[in-house]
């Protein structure tokens, strides 16, 4: 489980985005269209543009995700689980009660930067012909013969959803970090 682990995360990382959304994209129906056949559907099916492109932006942040909370993990201390133990807390309570607050604490800003990064990585998704934000910003700049007005709009957008995420992750980062000098 843990060489899985370990080229899930590298291979993901590893390779650039849009590329796992066209594997997503355009890979899905050689493995979609015999599974399908079998089934006495006929033609070529493969995944929506929508569902291959979350798909594909869930499995590359979820390597990036699995690393933060990976390193949160190994950022708690010993000590503060042993002292947990000496005090003769069952696992599952530790658990709860020590383990998940400071991997929380430590993982939160890392898990911040992440889904900014998501964010940004669903403008990519017009590739497959899904209409998002940008992909709208490109149709109406190209109607108009206004792209700055578009894309500035676009931009505000991004900016603001960037803005209240961001306040959201200082608030649990802040709530996560009580107590803590």
């Not at 006495?40 to 493969?46: L, N, Q």
């Not at 543009?49 to 699995?66: E, L, P, R």
């Not at 709860?96 to 998704?125: C, D, F, Y």
């Amino acid at each position: 489980m843990r060489w899985l682990a370990a080229a899930y995360t590298t291979v993901l990382r590893g390779i650039p985005d849009l590329l796992v959304i066209y594997l997503f994209y355009f890979g899905s129906g050689l493995l979609l269209t015999p599974i399908a056949n079998m089934f006495g559907v006929e033609g070529f099916v493969s995944f929506p543009g929508f569902v291959a492109g979350m798909g594909a932006i869930g499995v590359v942040s979820g390597a990036y995700h699995a690393e933060v909370i990976r390193g949160a993990f190994y950022s708690v201390k010993a000590g503060e689980l042993e002292a947990a133990t000496a005090m003769g807390m069952p696992r599952l309570l530790k658990f709860r009660r020590i383990t998940l607050p400071l991997v929380t604490r430590h993982a939160l800003p890392g898990l911040g930067n992440v889904w900014q990064m998501v964010l940004k990585e669903s403008a990519l998704i017009s590739v497959t012909g899904l209409v998002e934000i940008m992909r709208q910003a490109q149709i109406g700049s190209s109607f108009t013969r206004q792209p700055f007005t578009f894309y500035f709009a676009a931009g505000v957008l991004f900016l603001a959803i960037t803005i209240l995420s961001g306040l959201i992750f200082n608030r649990l980062e802040h709530r996560y970090s009580r107590g803590r000098a």
